[in-house]
């Protein structure tokens, strides 16, 4: 029953190619998306901005994800319909959650690691200042939509079934090394690693959205709010 509720199916093909997509999106894509564009560039003779890239490249992981996962979307979109109102309490209730906890974590952070600078957000807020509309079309929709559907509904979806445990350990770990890895490698510091703790509870409240809801667009439309209050406070 828990299994049905959660939304946690997904066919063999689905499982099997967005495992594969996934790997690819978190340990290959972060190194591999710069070269690609510049010889793309090269080859068309044209120039573009980061923020066009960036635009281009998620606007590409939106057709992947959808292309792979559209039946499980369906699915999703039909347990969205059969329970709208629960939804939207959930999502309510996850906010609330969500700067509560964030608050804790945060102390812990800074006891953990002190000052250290946050290079994800730091890379965001300067995409806010140099394009204010692409990096809130980025951050509030086409990236909590696939990540949500890699990391909730790909990932914890379909470890739930046999683990709850392990679907929110494996969910929330994995979220959380997406915003620091690339950083700590480029920067040859394993001390960014430590940030992975300012994710945790983010990754905990959404997989709780995903799980309390039964649709995975509780989840998608936590994250979306969560990171539309970060962008406001970032733009005041």
Sequence with gaps: ???????????????????????????????AVGPLFSLAELLLGITLSAAVETLIYYYILL??????????LARTSRRLLDNLDGAVKTVLAGLVALYGLNELAYRLIRMAVGARTNLNDITISARVDGAPHMTLLIVVFLAPFVEEVLFRGLVFGNLKGRSRAAAYLASCLLFALLHVWQFAVVNRDLTYFLLMVQYLVPGLVLAWAYEHSGTLWASVALHAAANALSIWTMMD
């Design 63 to 72: 057709a992947v994800t959808v292309v792979i996962f559209h039946g499980f």
């Design 1 to 31: 029953m828990s299994r049905k509720k959660s939304g946690a199916y997904m066919s063999r093909g689905e499982q099997i190619a967005g495992t594969v997509f996934f790997a690819v999106y978190l340990l290959v894509l972060p190194f």
